[in-house]
């Protein structure tokens, strides 16, 4: 009798793990992030390409290529990536149309570069 009642203890907790379990690892699935509409490299001292163009809720990535440190940061102060050091990324997700003007912060001798996002 009482060898059952530990059994059913041992059976009841290990229920009770696995539920809980099961809902720790739903609390860990993320919102599906949205794939990177485009990519820019920044390279050479250069955003390229200079222009992007994409839609509302598409993103866009930017890579350091260099041995210097970099920013993406936008003019109105949309995004900022900080500084990125060689190989780093900065992901954005733009939810606003218009047309984004943005540079290096660390280099203001770098051309500005555009990113136009339509509906
Ligand atoms: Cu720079």
């Known amino acids: 009798m ?10 009841v907790l290990a229920g009770l793990s ?8 739903k ?12 990519t820019v490299a920044i390279q050479n001292f250069a955003f390229v390409p200079a222009t992007v163009n994409i839609k509302v809720g598409n993103s866009i990535t930017w890579t350091n290529m260099d041995t ?13 990536s900080g500084s990125l050091t060689t190989g780093k990324t900065f992901n954005f997700t733009f939810n606003t ?7 290096c912060l660390i280099h203001s001798m770098m051309k500005t570069a555009t990113v136009v996002v339509t509906n």
């Open 2 to 11: 009482k060898r059952n009642f530990v059994y059913l203890s041992l059976i």
């Open 68 to 80: 210097a440190p970099h920013t993406a940061t936008d003019l109105a102060n949309a995004f900022d």
């Open 18 to 25: 696995l539920i809980y379990s099961c809902s720790s690892n």
């Open 27 to 38: 609390a860990k699935v993320n919102p599906t992030p949205s794939t990177p509409a485009a």
């Open 97 to 103: 149309a218009g047309t984004y003007t943005y540079h």
